[in-house]
């Protein structure tokens, strides 16, 4: 026992098991992000779905056109919305601006998405009323909460 107590006089204690559970692993005094995700491919909507509902987001709908992601996104109740670049025939970008100019929608930040890289787009990226770009291949539940400014 006085090898516990000099241990614990030193600041060191006894050392958590590797079972314990972090101290403040998903914010308890926030929601989680709430997001509609719009893109053409349906595999991607899928398996983006699935890794952001398991890094704690919850996708709240998800629209593979701008007629579609116009209305869910005034019927969701949502924080962000991820919009891929290139949605078949139409476009991310306009997406992006009528969303900003939706009164209806209750604007909520948008982040484009693309398989591209952001030079690809970098012009048009800055000219539109996005947050952000994530390329798909980065896109996580940190990147996201990093674009909106909310700490990982």
Do not use: W
Request: hydrophobic share 40%; with cysteine.
């Amino acid at each position: 026992m006085s090898d516990l107590r000099q241990d614990e006089s030193a600041g060191d204690g006894i050392p958590a098991s590797c079972n314990a559970v972090a101290q403040y692993p998903c914010q308890h005094d926030r929601m989680p992000l709430r997001c509609l995700l719009v893109d053409d491919n349906e595999t991607f909507l899928e398996a983006a779905s699935l890794l952001l509902e398991r890094q704690g987001l919850t996708v709240v709908g998800v629209a593979s056109g701008i007629a579609e992601a116009l209305q869910q996104a005034r019927a969701l109740r949502r924080d962000v919305i991820l919009v891929d670049i290139g949605l078949g025939d139409e476009s991310g970008f306009d997406l992006a601006r009528l969303l900003a100019q939706d009164g209806e929608g209750r604007s909520a930040p948008v982040i484009l998405i693309s398989m591209s890289t952001e030079a690809d787009y970098a012009d048009l990226i800055a000219e539109s009323p996005a947050a952000g770009f994530l390329p798909k291949s980065e896109l996580s539940a940190r990147g996201i909460g990093r674009i909106l400014g909310h700490r990982p």
